[in-house]
């Protein structure tokens, strides 16, 4: 009998608690709002502690300086994809695909001048700063002579340096046509 | 106004690829892969070009 007591007021215990889930929800907001008040003025010194426990910066590990061959890894791998994408690109819209290195150095230096191209009309109405196009006129002046040594370099059989140094300007190229694409879609 | 620096790019781009494309057909027309020293000239002198408008334009703009 007593058990059964025990239950039913445990049973009656619960009913009562979720008889009113309203009243338990306006509690558990009261409580988040205040937490976060306090947070925000700087008086709870557990809460600040408690922060504290959280990482100061969230992408610390992918920003992190990573060794040079990474990198290199990673610039090569973003290379090839771009270079895969151009191929079927240009296949998809009738262009003819370049075949060998010469035929991607033409292509990436045509992408430098269509680079700068877009950057003059931009400039001319007033859609890019200043600062920006000189920017812009930087990051291409790289990738131009990168392509020049690039296309040294195959001139004198050097195939792997040609290669890796247009997988360098396709990658800068790439990171400045992001960054412009950005510029207007923020 | 939105993309339109990413729509006068996707433009240039698309416009330089297709020159580009034709000298490799006219290359290949001419029983060879590489594309030759003449048109190699007037694609580097094509982005001198660009080089010195873009600068002109930063002149004017400054």
Redesign the interface.
Known sequence: LQNSRRINSHDHHLVTRRANPDRDHLRYCQRNRSTRADAGAGTDSRLVRGRRDLPADPLASYNRPKPWSQSMKRLQSIAIAIAITCLLGCQAIGLTPATNLDQRLAYSFGQVTAVRDAATVALQNHRLGASEAKSVLAVTDNARSVLDASRDALAVGDTKTAEARLALAVSLLAALQTRLNAKEST | ??????L??L???????????A???KA?ASGS???SEED?QA??D??DA??T???L??AA??
């Open positions: 106004m939105k993309l339109t620096i990413a006068d790019l433009l240039s781009m698309l416009s330089h690829a297709g020159e580009i494309s000298l490799i057909q290949k892969d590489e594309i190699w694609i580097t094509a982005d660009a080089r408008k873009l600068e334009a930063i703009a400054s």
